[in-house]
């Protein structure tokens, strides 16, 4: 992961490949570093990521309710694979994290 730091307030972290039970501690890991660091908006960049099982998906609600509880946010950005984008949309993500560029018709 590749973390781009934006001031003292926000960081961009390029999510990479399969975030799943394997590898999800260093997404966690990370997140945790910039939470501790002070950072209030992190945005996940998706572009190249290729999926996300329920462990993923716990490490991203534990930190936007972290964030959320001081006045921070977690967000996501340019998400490509098909199979991110329903799974997001099947547990209606959005509606707990800032999706950018979704559209959530039916919800």
Do not use: C, P, W
Not at 43 to 64: C, P
């Amino acid at each position: 992961m590749e973390v781009i730091k934006k001031g003292n307030s926000m960081a961009l972290v390029m999510v990479r490949d399969r975030i799943d039970l394997a590898n999800s501690h260093l997404l966690k890991d990370q997140l945790q570093e910039l939470y501790d660091e002070g950072f209030q908006i992190i945005t996940l960049d998706f572009s190249h990521a290729t999926g996300i099982d329920s462990s993923g998906l716990g490490k991203l609600l534990l930190f936007q309710k972290k964030l959320k509880e001081r006045n921070g946010e977690l967000r996501i950005i340019n998400i490509t694979s098909a199979y991110i984008k329903k799974m997001f949309k099947m547990i209606h993500l959005y509606k707990v994290i800032n999706i950018e560029n979704e559209t959530h018709e039916n919800s």
